[in-house]
């Protein structure tokens, strides 16, 4: 099928790259000239694992193409699934300016009957104001071509995107009971074929409820993790080992292993804006979101517990301290810098005075950018920090590590060269990634978080 991807970010690039492996003639649309320069010149602009091959793979096949040319763009796809960002609005709702302007451009451009498909994350309802858009653009040049808005909202994960789309746990999709709808729906049928061929369940429904069900898992994962945090919280108060309560409940197959890690709180791009918006749609029905005001209001405390325990200690003077500081993305195996909890701790510690050396496999870059404009009020406050290509040379001469980002070099690093190296043997660490037992055998102090049972 021709499919045109709108935005061609974390979630458009891999929609585009991965639809192209299985068959699909792919083109992918951005308004960032400079991301189309890298990719039609073989790079790459993110940090996803596996995805360069298969892009380079279907370039080189002739079914991917990268370009700005809306008008070509319209042109192509029968199927314009739209990925671009949905920031949060200054009052926590999804900013939905660049999916009606993409939405505008098909209304504007389009000359055959189209399937529209909203895989950015959107708010009940925003189908609907897609489709108004079209409408009116095509009244306005008195066209009175049909289309089909539908909600097909992506679960992908960060670090595991290409994996993710080609075996998804699920495809959900919503779509219109009308004429139109069911076009639509026998187009996205073939466009998925493959993936339902092989076994992958699509969950079909009306559009409110596709777009209300990406809410609803991230509202759900969110609310996981803000709980273990403030079960970890007080298990540091009570003397109890977090993790070993994560296993012990884990196991319950009514309430799984999954998103149980306690830890110094969540960010990325989706949690923290999903959850916001999800508690701001609730509010302008009359509602109140109390779990889920909650849970983001946990999370934000969560992002400043491990300066507490480093405040508590050595006092909140921290000028004459140097820390190493490893892990600055948000999660493991990418470079997203969004809301990541690295970003509060760092601007708390270089407030207090310290200085840090950091290392992360390969936000450093991205880091540099938004720290910039983190401290674009205060620039001489960043002299503090230096940036480490060598994780192990960023702990020579440190008074502790601190460790927020789970990667697995850090888990897999061995100890005893980590204490030679430190001045003072102390671990700040944010994930819990190591034995207490272990790294207290070693002489070394360790702060984990929820774990002070073992300290
Ligand atoms: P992103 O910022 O990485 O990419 C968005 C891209 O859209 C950018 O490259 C931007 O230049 C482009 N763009 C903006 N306006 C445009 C326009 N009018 N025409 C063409 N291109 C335009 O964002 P992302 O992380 O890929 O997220 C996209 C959506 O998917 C969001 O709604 C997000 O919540 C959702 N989502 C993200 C993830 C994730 O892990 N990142 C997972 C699931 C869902």
């Not at 935005?7 to 649309?29: I, N």
């Not at 951005?30 to 991301?35: A, L």
């Not at 080609?166 to 959900?172: G, Q």
């Not at 671990?427 to 702060?447: C, K």
Request: charged share 25%.
């Amino acid at each position: 099928m021709k499919i045109t991807i709108i935005g061609t970010g974390y979630v458009g690039l891999v929609t585009g790259a991965c639809l192209a492996e299985v068959g699909h003639d792919v083109f992918c649309l951005d308004v960032d000239q400079r991301k189309i320069d890298i990719l039609n010149g073989g790079g790459i602009p993110i940090h996803e694992p596996g995805l360069d091959q298969v892009v380079t793979r279907n370039v080189a096949a002739g079914r991917l193409h990268f370009s700005t040319d809306v008008i070509a763009s319209v042109a192509h796809g029968d199927v314009q699934f739209i990925a671009v960002g949905t920031p949060p609005d200054e009052d926590g709702s999804a900013d939905l300016q660049y999916v009606l302007a993409a939405a505008r451009n098909i209304g504007k451009h389009m000359s055959n009957f189209k399937v529209i498909v909203d895989k950015s994350t959107v708010p009940v309802g925003t189908a609907d104001r897609v489709s108004a858009v079209i409408a009116d653009e095509l009244k306005a040049r008195s066209s009175s071509l049909e289309f089909a808005v539908t909600s097909n909202p992506e679960f992908l994960k960060e670090g595991a995107a290409v994996a993710d789309f080609m075996k998804p746990d699920r495809l959900v999709i919503g779509h219109g009971q009308d004429a139109q709808g069911t076009r639509a729906q026998i187009m996205l049928r073939e466009v998925y074929s493959s993936f339902e061929n092989s076994g992958h369940q699509i969950y079909w429904m009306d559009v409110r409820s596709a777009e209300f069900t990406k809410y609803a898992a991230n509202a759900m994962l969110a609310t996981r993790i803000s709980f273990m945090n403030e079960l970890a919280n007080l298990a540091d108060k009570v003397g109890v080992d977090i993790d070993a309560v994560r296993k012990g409940i884990g196991s319950d197959p009514r309430i799984g292993p999954g998103f149980l890690m306690a830890g110094c709180g969540y960010g990325g791009s989706c949690f923290p804006k999903d959850v916001q918006a999800l508690v701001r749609t609730a509010q302008e029905f009359g509602h109140d979101l109390k779990i889920l005001q909650a849970v983001e209001e946990v999370n934000e405390q969560q992002k400043h517990v491990l300066v507490s325990k480093i405040f508590s200690q050595y006092g909140s003077d921290l000028r004459t301290k140097q820390f190493a500081l490893w892990g600055l993305a948000f999660k493991p195996d990418t470079d997203d810098m969004r809301a990541a909890s690295s970003r509060v701790l760092i601007k708390e510690l270089l407030l207090a005075g310290a200085s840090i050396v950091t290392h992360d496999p390969v936000a450093m870059d991205e880091a540099q950018r938004v720290l910039a404009l983190d401290f674009v009020e205060s620039p001489d406050l960043l002299k503090q920090i230096r940036f480490e290509n060598d994780a192990m040379q960023a702990l020579d001469g440190a008074d502790a590590l601190i460790i927020v980002t789970e990667w697995k070099v850090f888990r897999n690093a061995v100890l005893s060269e980590m204490k030679q190296r430190l001045k003072h043997s102390v671990i700040f660490d944010g994930r819990n990634l190591y034995d207490p037992r272990e790294v207290q055998a070693l002489g070394i102090e360790y702060h984990p978080i929820g774990r002070a049972v073992l300290t």
